[in-house]
């Protein structure tokens, strides 16, 4: 079984903003499988299906993203699962939108919801999809993530949440080496 996690924030008011490109990819996943992510469990929505023979969760934490380890944590636990088995699909701004970067391992480069999913695994080693939502200097960090995607933006944007999902679907039949291999391009 794997488990693929969305990150972003619950409610109406979070809706289509950059900090939940998470929530994006993942609807993406769901619309793909043809199941909706409406269950609560693990404190988050979730929606058991298949992708290949491969079991897996899907799951939108709804603890908000800077604790969306509580519900990772939760959702492991009880299905035994280990750091290897998931993948965890946020968003990051210090990328321009429209691109996507495939990682095994490391910081949570200042990403809140990332860091607490460290923080309650003990470990940096597991999949990642970061989905660009550049940056503005003009605008302060919490206007920006907590902002829409601007018109002109939204092209690219939809490109990357579409490239995400097929990323993800791709890494649950291959390694994940030959996924970034195939997803992370310049």
């Known amino acids: 079984m794997k488990l ?4 972003g924030n619950p409610g109406k008011e979070y809706e289509n ?3 939940n490109a998470g929530f994006s990819v993942l609807d ?12 609560k469990k693990f404190k988050a929505l979730i929606a058991l299906t298949r ?3 491969e079991q897996v969760l899907l799951m939108k934490p709804q603890t908000y993203m800077n604790l969306s380890g509580e519900a990772v944590v939760e ?22 939108v429209g691109k996507i970067r495939l990682r095994e391992k490391g910081s949570a ?4 919801g990332m860091k607490n999913i460290i923080a309650h695994l003990h470990t940096q080693e597991f999949n990642r999809i970061r ?7 003009r605008v302060p960090v919490v206007n920006w993530v907590l902002g829409k995607i601007r018109k002109e933006e939204q092209e690219d944007f939809k490109k990357a949440v579409e490239q995400a999902r097929d990323a993800a679907i791709f890494s649950l039949t291959h390694t994940f080496i030959d996924t970034m291999s195939r997803y992370n391009k310049k």
Do not use: S, W
């Open 4 to 7: 693929i996690v969305g990150l």
């Open 17 to 19: 903003t950059r900090h």
């Open 28 to 39: 993406a996943i769901a619309e793909y499988c043809h199941v909706e992510v409406t269950q």
């Open 51 to 53: 992708i290949d023979g």
């Open 75 to 96: 959702a492991m636990k009880f299905y035994r699962l280990q750091a290897k088995d998931i993948l965890v699909i946020y968003d990051d701004m210090d990328m321009p």
């Open 109 to 112: 480069g200042g990403q809140n």
């Open 131 to 137: 989905v660009g939502i550049g940056k503005d200097a």
